[in-house]
């Protein structure tokens, strides 16, 4: 057995006796459990200086991507799955000819993890540092296993293989956290949310925290946050190194939103409501902004621009865009520019169905945001130009809970979308994580979000699989149109049906990149 052979002698991992084709693609097949094989890196990255933009306008002018990365999810909860998720390598160039297709998947090594959102050893806040390459490890944790890979996408960015992994054990051991979110390259270090405490006592969301790690060596330096500082709860946070601030989110009770949504979690206090505004020098919480009851208050993006002083964050449940800006005397508040109403239904958990907003993110020339309604399924496209009054100039639906044919019926007497079918596929689910091209015209939705709240609110999704889809851009006066030559099914992968999430474009993108 060449694959035994090999982990038994890594010298003998080739590229060659560690792959096979699986509908005419290569796949990265799962190693066995006690083999160690998958964070040996045949390939290190070498000789390969700088990346990343000098600035968000700069970007905005690069070349369009050609190829993105995304998770599939073939984890269902803490059931785990038969195979392990794995990163998917989608073409995104039309003139390809396997445009629109997954040309490389790499398993991860173990079962039950639950990719979700990735991050990078070093981004566009590192551009033009000597000796610093940006963009070539693309972070990549399992939100249910705790392990945090590193993922090598410089070598070959058409076929990524894992460097390095940090396991669950290790940061439980030397930091007392588990179930990692957000990661962000600062520029001395890589910062990561964590969740949750341990698997041994029960994720408890009070042992939430951050952890640094060295982005040289990839090894743990500790406990990022300092003192008595504390959240509630854990989930994202952006950082604006001029004006020495982080503000950070919060999701809720590990053990509340890991089996999936109960309201009644978030009358009993188990759900977020508050940012946390804090000192990025000294680690240290200052302020604590509160969004309102039932909030759930989840991704957090600053503007682009290196001076500017505001930025959003997209309330769940109250199905808000919450503005947090500096005032006179260096404090924060929090203003709601946004609010997306209910609608009332029949044949649904609830008598009001939420619009969710689950994602939003944020043009680079910050002229646009985009949010992302996941219950209503539909994604909006706002003008910002004044930050304080966002305009609505264009709208897409992406399935959702109240299509036609649903069993959903607005009680409103207002109207429902049509079905959304793409190259004959009915997309399941609806519009959910979102990443926008560098030059703003092509937004790329997925439609998952959380493998136990896929299986309660779209249980079709879980068992059929996600989708991936494109929409064209009006970056002039505003406008969305679902493209119909670009599809990935995801229902229709080797593995099984899986489930997609967070997207990442390999020299950067608009949600991932800070500029200093």
Sequence with gaps: NTLLSACLCPKMATAENRSQVVAGHIVEPKPLPSCDCANVNPNPVSGIVGGGFSSPLEAMKSAPEDILYIPAVLNRSFDGSEHPDY???????PKSPTFSQVVHRLQMPVVGDELHHMGWNACSSCHGKPGVVTHNYLIAPGVLSGNVYFIDVKTNPRAPHIHKTITADELADKCGVA????AHCAPTE????????????????????YVSIDPKTLEINGRWERGESKQSFGYDFWYKPRHNVMISSEWGEPTCFASGFNPEHVAAGQYGR?????????????????CGEGAI???VRFCHEPTSKEGFVGCALSSEMVRFYQVDGGKWAVETVTKIPSIPVEGWALPEMPALITDFCLSLDDRFFYVACWLHGDVRQYDISDTRNPRLVGQAFIGGSMQKGSGVKRSDGGEQPDPLIVKGVH??????????????KRLYISTSLFSAWDSQFYPEMAKKGGQLLLVDVDS???GLTVNKDFLVDFG?????AALCHEMRFPGGDSTSDIWM
Aim: charged share 20%.
């Design 427 to 440: 997309i399941q689910g609806g519009a959910q994580m979102l990443q926008l091209s560098l030059d703003g």
């Design 190 to 209: 890589i910062i990561m949310s964590f969740m949750g405490g341990p698997k041994s006592e029960g994720f408890p969301g009070g042992g939430n925290g």
């Design 87 to 93: 990163l998917a390598t989608v073409d995104v160039n």
């Design 492 to 496: 229709a992968e080797p593995f099984g």
């Design 476 to 478: 002039e006066k505003g």
């Design 179 to 182: 179930l990692p979110h957000t």
């Design 274 to 290: 508050k940012l946390y505004v804090w000192d990025f020098e000294k680690h240290i919480i200052t302020q604590e902004l509160d």
């Design 297 to 299: 208050p989840l991704e």
